[in-house]
C-alpha cells in the first residue's frame, strides 16, 4: 500500500502551508494504521483520493486542494466506541494548519462527513459523496468493507450489531438521493443501491 508522501508533501506546499509536512504525514500515516481500525485505514484514505483524482480531471471540484486536505484528516482520529471523531480530526486538522481561514474550511469539510448533509460550500456535496463512494464498489470489495465495519465493532455483542447495522444501511437505501452530485449519482447509484440490498440482506441473515 503506497504512503502518498509525495502527493501530501505536494498539496502542503500548494497550500502554502508552514510546519513540517513530512512530521504531519508521518504523523497521520500513525493515525490511519492504529489497531482499533480495519475499515478507517490508509486503504480507505486511497479509495477517495482515487476518487477525488478522477473528479479533478473532470473539472468537477471548485477548490480540489481543499478537499483533498479535508480527506486526509477526515478520519485522523477513530475510536468505534467515540462519539467525536469528526469533532477531533477537524480538530487536529486546525492544529496542523494552523488558525487560518483554510484551516478553518478544511475542518468544516471535515465535519461534513459525520452528518453526511451539505452546508453552503461549493465543494460540500463532494467530500460527502466521496466518503460514501465505498456503497459502489465492486461487491467483493464491498464484502470486505462489511467484514472491516463488524471487525471495529467486534466489542458489539451480534444481536445488537445486527439489529443497528441493518438500521443504517437502510436508511441509506431509503434515501432518495444517495448521491448528492450528478456525477455521482450517474455513476455510483444504481450499484450502490444493489449492494446496499445485498449487505442487508446478509447482515440479516446474522441475527440469531
Known amino acids: 500500500m503506497m504512503t502518498l508522501k509525495e502527493p501530501f508533501e505536494a498539496l502542503w506546499r500548494r497550500l502554502r502551508l508552514s510546519g513540517e509536512a513530512s512530521a504531519w504525514h508521518a504523523r497521520l500515516l500513525e493515525c490511519y494504521a492504529e489497531p482499533q481500525r480495519a475499515y478507517h485505514t490508509l486503504q480507505h484514505l486511497e479509495e477517495c483520493l482515487l476518487i477525488l483524482d478522477n473528479a479533478k480531471r473532470a473539472g468537477l471540484i471548485a477548490k480540489p486542494d481543499l478537499i483533498e486536505m479535508a480527506l486526509w484528516f477526515h478520519d485522523a482520529v477513530y475510536d468505534p466506541q467515540g462519539s467525536e471523531n ?21 475542518a468544516r469539510l471535515i465535519m461534513l462527513t459525520e452528518s453526511h448533509q451539505p452546508e453552503e460550500g461549493p465543494d460540500d456535496a463532494w467530500i460527502i459523496d466521496i466518503d460514501l463512494a465505498i456503497f459502489a464498489q465492486p461487491m467483493e470489495r ?10 471495529e465493532y467486534a466489542w458489539v455483542p451480534e444481536e445488537m450489531y445486527v439489529e443497528k447495522r441493518a438500521e443504517i444501511l437502510t ?37 440469531p
Not at 437505501?173 to 440482506?201: S, V
Open 142 to 151: 464491498v464484502r470486505e468493507y462489511e467484514r472491516q465495519i463488524r471487525q
Open 86 to 106: 469528526e469533532e477531533l480530526s477537524a480538530q487536529m486538522a486546525l492544529e496542523a494548519l494552523g488558525d487560518t481561514e483554510l484551516a478553518h474550511e478544511v
Open 171 to 207: 436508511a441509506f437505501l431509503n434515501r432518495e438521493q444517495i448521491y448528492l452530485t450528478a456525477c455521482a449519482r450517474e455513476h455510483f447509484d444504481r450499484l450502490a443501491r444493489e449492494n446496499l440490498r445485498a449487505l442487508i440482506g446478509f447482515v440479516k441473515r446474522l441475527s
